[in-house]
């Protein structure tokens, strides 16, 4: 630290003549200096320059800190970009699937086969949660209450033995029919009803929108299949 000097006069007086006489004296002042040199002690307004370098030296090491933070950031983004799954344009993702809901009105096999033009396939649905996804989705995209959607369900192989298009069982335990569906009606064609579509304007809370059709009836369609890695 700075050392400062500092200079003291100090009076003193002493007395003229025989100071052995008891007679009455002049005294006569003299003076004298001190010098000598303090060390600066802390609080002093010397450190002044000091706590200003000590203010810039924290701002930078807090820029530091978030150039840091702002670089890890871009990295992660980087790498989540390049190793998350992706959707094509156009089909949604949900649950490590791509979803593709066709405005074209098909038969059930003519829908099929253009899910396949799109290296995919009608919808399997596997989970109650896949089933309300699906069903929120539809609700936007119904003008009517026979505006539904195939999927990948059918018993045309053998009456009531319901396989899905890639040939699993469909699990008794949960399934979402509608009312008394299936119910397998003839009226409109004499080979009854051995596909499945879905779909309810208007919702349902409890998310049973499953019926049987024509496989030859005319519906919209919703395709699968797994996003891109």
Not at 72 to 99: M, N, Q, S
Not at 109 to 133: A, P, T, Y
Not at 152 to 170: I, N, Y
């Amino acid at each position: 630290m700075a050392e400062a000097e500092v200079l003291y006069n100090i009076k003193s007086t002493r007395a003229r003549g025989n100071t052995d006489v008891a007679t009455p004296s002049t005294d006569e002042p003299t003076y004298c200096n001190i010098n000598y040199s303090e060390t600066q002690r802390p609080g002093s307004k010397q450190p002044a320059a000091s706590n200003r370098r000590s203010g810039v030296t924290s701002e930078r090491v807090a820029l530091l800190v978030l150039s840091v933070l702002l670089a890890a950031a871009v990295i992660a983004l980087g790498v989540t970009h390049a190793t998350c799954p992706r959707c094509e344009d156009g089909w949604e993702p949900h649950g490590g699937k791509c979803y593709f809901f066709s405005s074209v009105t098909l038969t059930w096999n003519e829908s099929r086969k253009q899910c396949k033009s799109m290296r995919g396939d009608l919808v399997v649905i596997n989970s109650r949660e896949e089933q309300r996804f699906l069903q929120t989705r539809l609700r936007g995209k119904m003008e009517n209450d026979e505006d539904k959607f195939w999927i990948g369900l059918t018993d045309s192989k053998k009456e009531d033995e319901w396989l899905w298009v890639d040939k699993t069982r469909l699990d008794q335990s949960w399934q979402f029919w509608l009312g008394k569906e299936p119910d397998n009606w003839n009226g409109e064609n004499p080979d009854g009803e051995n596909c499945v579509r879905m779909g309810e304007k208007d919702g349902a809370e409890d998310l049973k929108t499953w019926n049987d059709q024509s496989c030859k009836s005319v519906q919209k369609s919703i395709c699968e299949k797994p996003e891109k890695a």
